[in-house]
């Protein structure tokens, strides 16, 4: 495998991940989440209160701002060809490993 398609694999799942993004951006934001199966026990607005947190934090500004910080990772790459930059794509395409143009031999 050349160490040229990992870079290209990565871009385009920074793309993805942009336009996804984008698309949460633009749309409205509901909260209708889920109540655990034990609402019973008292804990479903903790619950709840917990998933609206977690989508607020990892909402869509932050998701751009990663795809930003992941395009420049990227170029800084370009500059180098040692195994510690190859190591650092690998580990950028962890998250990625289920999509089907992941390689096995790029899982760290």
């Not at 479903?44 to 989508?55: I, K, S």
């Not at 170029?75 to 060809?81: H, L, P, Y």
């Amino acid at each position: 495998m050349t160490m040229a398609s990992l870079p290209k694999f990565l871009r385009a799942r920074i793309d993805e991940d942009e336009q996804v993004a984008r698309a949460a951006q633009a749309a409205a934001w509901e909260f209708a989440v889920s109540e655990p199966e034990n609402a019973a026990s008292g804990k479903a607005d903790e619950f709840a209160a917990a998933q609206r947190a977690y989508l607020l934090q990892l909402g869509p500004e932050r998701m751009l701002v990663e795809c930003e910080t992941k395009r420049r990772i990227l170029e800084v790459a370009k500059a180098s060809s040692s195994t510690v930059t190859r190591a650092l794509l690998e580990l950028m395409a962890v998250p990625y490993a289920t999509h089907e143009n992941y390689k096995k031999d790029w899982r760290p």
